[in-house]
């Protein structure tokens, strides 16, 4: 049943740079005279209202107003931590209001403003901190050694630790669900207030995936082999893969063959490898709904070309994060944290 919200998500889908055109006009126009002070020139404000627009036509294709408004929060805290005052986030929703209302047929502007005031709701509801990722297990201690290290730019050293911790005290798993992910998402909470840059953030993403490569042969040698193979890869547009890469390890520790694609995977070259492996297992990762078309997409191939002979696990931090568009996509499961992948196959294809 195609719904009036995916409708109206499709409509901002298909005008979406003329509608950020628009929008850059009416901000400037409004704030031309302290946007400078900030940096938000035509090319930032043409930047953010397209990741507003992305945004809420993924939140209305899923009919999921709460997304849109716990992006609304993410992105005010992100302008915070980097001196951005906070009016400029309400200012963006009226903009968006105006522009949207003007652009779309009149039966579109309840649902507009529904999910538009979910979000003005959610800016004056009463704050909470963005809580750090760092673990109170017993593996806080190495997290914290780790995230130090690595933040100062010292990848041999931190290669050392994760090298020290595997040989004397901790499994591969461990290393990758209570070192690896929790540290990486500390790094992006850091980046989000302000604490450190995007080439910190770079660094320590790339870092992480070298310090990944140089465990993989000790997965490859203890792994005993019970015959089945997974294809893991990002959807077209997507970079952000070491989730994946973690689901496809761990899924190898568990016997499994795993054919690892990485990023940005156009759909027609993924069935082609899915074949070519014999593969029964697909896993599919996507961190921001930008790219939400994309994995309806490959979805969709994959279920008319392969029927059910393959099933569809989906990941990644924007699925993982909220249920109800996790659920908008149809697939046979969904992956909340990379540790999930092999216990889903078994649920899903018997052992």
């Given at each position: 049943m195609?719904?009036?919200?995916?409708?109206?998500?499709?409509?901002?889908?298909?005008?979406?740079?003329?509608?950020?055109?628009?929008?850059?006009?009416?901000?400037?126009?409004?704030?031309?005279?302290?946007?400078?002070?900030?940096?938000?020139?035509?090319?930032?404000?043409?930047?953010?209202?397209?990741?507003?627009?992305?945004?809420?036509?993924?939140?209305?294709?899923?009919?999921?107003?709460?997304?849109?408004?716990?992006?609304?929060?993410?992105?005010?805290?992100?302008?915070?931590?980097?001196?951005?005052?906070?009016?400029?986030?309400?200012?963006?929703?009226?903009?968006?209001?105006?522009?949207?209302?003007?652009?779309?047929?009149?039966?579109?502007?309840?649902?507009?403003?529904?999910?538009?005031?979910?979000?003005?709701?959610?800016?004056?509801?009463?704050?909470?901190?963005?809580?750090?990722?760092?673990?109170?297990?017993?593996?806080?201690?190495?997290?914290?050694?780790?995230?130090k290290t690595l933040l100062a730019g010292d990848r041999a050293e931190a290669a050392e630790i994760i090298t020290r911790a595997v040989d004397t005290q901790c499994s591969i798993r461990d290393i990758y669900l209570q070192v690896f992910k929790p540290s990486l998402y500390e790094v992006g909470r850091l980046w989000q207030t302000g604490q450190i840059t995007v080439a910190h953030e770079h660094f320590f993403s790339a870092a992480t995936q070298l310090i990944m490569s140089e465990l993989y042969p000790r997965i490859h040698q203890h792994a005993a082999k019970n015959g089945r193979v997974a294809v893991a890869a990002c959807v077209s547009g997507e970079l952000h893969e070491i989730g994946l890469r973690m689901s496809a390890d761990l899924l190898e520790l568990e016997g499994w063959g795993t054919c690892y694609l990485g990023a940005n995977m156009p759909a027609l070259s993924v069935i082609e490898m899915i074949r070519e492996k014999k593969a029964r297992l697909l896993i599919l990762s996507m961190c921001l709904p930008i790219n939400g078309p994309?994995?309806?997409?490959?979805?969709?191939?994959?279920?008319?070309?392969?029927?059910?002979?393959?099933?569809?696990?989906?990941?990644?931090?924007?699925?993982?994060?909220?249920?109800?568009?996790?659920?908008?996509?149809?697939?046979?499961?969904?992956a909340l944290g990379a540790g999930d992948a092999p216990e889903i196959a078994v649920r899903l294809l018997g052992r």
């Amino acid at each position: 049943m195609v719904t009036l919200e995916k409708q109206l998500g499709e409509a901002i889908y298909s005008q979406i740079n003329q509608l950020a055109d628009r929008m850059v006009a009416l901000q400037q126009s409004q704030r031309l005279d302290i946007s400078p002070q900030y940096g938000l020139n035509d090319k930032k404000y043409r930047e953010y209202g397209q990741q507003d627009l992305y945004q809420l036509a993924e939140a209305m294709i899923a009919n999921n107003p709460p997304q849109f408004a716990g992006y609304i929060l993410w992105q005010r805290s992100m302008l915070r931590g980097h001196s951005v005052p906070d009016f400029f986030t309400e200012l963006q929703l009226q903009t968006e209001q105006t522009v949207l209302t003007g652009a779309l047929a009149a039966e579109y502007h309840p649902a507009i403003s529904r999910f538009l005031q979910a979000a003005v709701q959610a800016l004056h509801a009463p704050e909470s901190p963005v809580q750090s990722f760092i673990p109170a297990t017993p593996f806080r201690e190495l997290v914290e050694q780790y995230l130090k290290t690595l933040l100062a730019g010292d990848r041999a050293e931190a290669a050392e630790i994760i090298t020290r911790a595997v040989d004397t005290q901790c499994s591969i798993r461990d290393i990758y669900l209570q070192v690896f992910k929790p540290s990486l998402y500390e790094v992006g909470r850091l980046w989000q207030t302000g604490q450190i840059t995007v080439a910190h953030e770079h660094f320590f993403s790339a870092a992480t995936q070298l310090i990944m490569s140089e465990l993989y042969p000790r997965i490859h040698q203890h792994a005993a082999k019970n015959g089945r193979v997974a294809v893991a890869a990002c959807v077209s547009g997507e970079l952000h893969e070491i989730g994946l890469r973690m689901s496809a390890d761990l899924l190898e520790l568990e016997g499994w063959g795993t054919c690892y694609l990485g990023a940005n995977m156009p759909a027609l070259s993924v069935i082609e490898m899915i074949r070519e492996k014999k593969a029964r297992l697909l896993i599919l990762s996507m961190c921001l709904p930008i790219n939400g078309p994309a994995l309806r997409e490959m979805i969709s191939i994959v279920r008319k070309q392969m029927a059910n002979d393959v099933k569809i696990i989906i990941g990644g931090y924007s699925i993982s994060s909220d249920p109800i568009y996790a659920a908008a996509f149809g697939a046979d499961a969904v992956a909340l944290g990379a540790g999930d992948a092999p216990e889903i196959a078994v649920r899903l294809l018997g052992r």
